[in-house]
Nanobody, 123 residues
């Protein structure tokens, strides 16, 4: 069993940066693939970024070039650095974990989820 806790959200102006953290307990994250997802008001949860256990990364087109996902296995934590934030990035951001070697972008492929952290970007 893996417990995930997100932190680092907040209210910022457009163009600002935030770094989200996803801290794990219960098991080491080193053999899990981790994804970041977000859910805006009235929208479905959507894929943002993912990192495999060997640190291969993948991004949605909407955040590519602005967001960076990384992991620190020593701290059992995955990060999402978000730069040049836009109002359309406003959402609750969730991290999720799945075992195995394959990267996934669908919510159904992930077994463990955090409770989410709110990111609000004002114009």
């Amino acid at each position: 069993q893996v417990q995930l806790v997100e932190s680092g959200g907040g209210l910022v102006q457009a163009g600002a940066s935030l770094r989200l953290s996803c801290a794990a307990s219960g098991r080491t994250l080193s053999t899990y693939n981790i994804g970041w997802f977000r859910q805006g008001p009235g929208k479905e949860r959507e894929f943002v970024a993912a990192i495999t256990w060997i640190a291969t990364t993948y991004y949605s087109d909407s955040v590519k070039g602005r967001f960076t996902i990384s992991r620190d296995n020593n701290k059992n934590t995955v990060y999402l650095q978000m730069n040049s934030l836009k109002p359309e990035d406003t959402a609750v951001y969730y991290c999720a974990a799945r075992p195995g070697s394959l990267l996934a972008t669908m919510t159904q492929k992930y077994d463990y989820w955090g409770q989410g952290t709110q990111v609000t970007v004002s114009s």
